[in-house]
């Protein structure tokens, strides 16, 4: 007898999607981040968490937002894979981010960003980084940043040390 479970439902829609707009993901709030509707703007995705030492970039990331949000949509995807450094449920992340950082920037629900449970969009982006050769592909730790350009082509990978505000990203936000 086949058993479906979420991890292979997951697995199998990760085999299939092909292309960042394939995505549709959990927002924080409950409902929907449709990748679809970011076609035209560059997209940049950081796993985020709120008991990091990372965790100011926040307000770097917030900052970079405010100031290229016509251009530039960020997506933060709270994990919990690096020191159990988000333990909180999706309400307490929500008010972390909006109290503590004034956070206005989609967030998506929390999701794994490595291991067995990864999360789809997240094996495609260590797929699509393996396959341009961009370093480091796999997440290596809390506020990774992935940039997408305007058609949706993973185009560079931040550490988690690299600041929002960093010339490199700056550049290649700015970079047409």
Do not use: R
């Not at 290229?68 to 995807?77: A, E, H, R, S």
């Not at 490595?114 to 393996?130: N, R, T, V």
């Not at 592909?137 to 993973?154: C, I, R, S």
């Amino acid at each position: 007898m086949f058993k479906i479970t979420l991890l292979s439902i997951f697995m199998l829609f990760a085999a299939t999607a092909s292309h960042l707009y394939d995505f549709k993901v959990d927002a924080v709030d409950g409902g929907k981040i449709d990748f679809s509707k970011y076609k035209g703007k560059k997209v940049l995705i950081v796993n985020t968490a709120s008991l990091c030492g990372n965790t100011p970039q926040y307000e770097g990331l917030e900052k970079l937002y405010k100031k290229y949000q016509k251009n530039l949509v960020i997506v933060g995807f709270p994990a919990n894979n690096f020191g159990s450094q988000e333990p909180g449920s999706n309400k307490e992340i929500q008010e972390f981010c909006t109290k503590k950082y004034a956070v206005t920037f989609p967030m998506a629900a929390k999701i794994s960003v490595k291991g067995a449970d990864i999360h789809p969009l997240y094996q495609w982006l260590m797929d699509e980084s393996k396959a341009k050769h961009l370093e480091p592909a796999a997440v290596t730790w809390n506020f990774q940043k992935y940039l997408l350009d305007e058609k949706g082509n993973l185009v560079a990978v931040f550490s988690p040390k690299t600041q929002p505000d960093a010339p490199e990203v700056i550049a290649a936000i700015e970079k047409k």
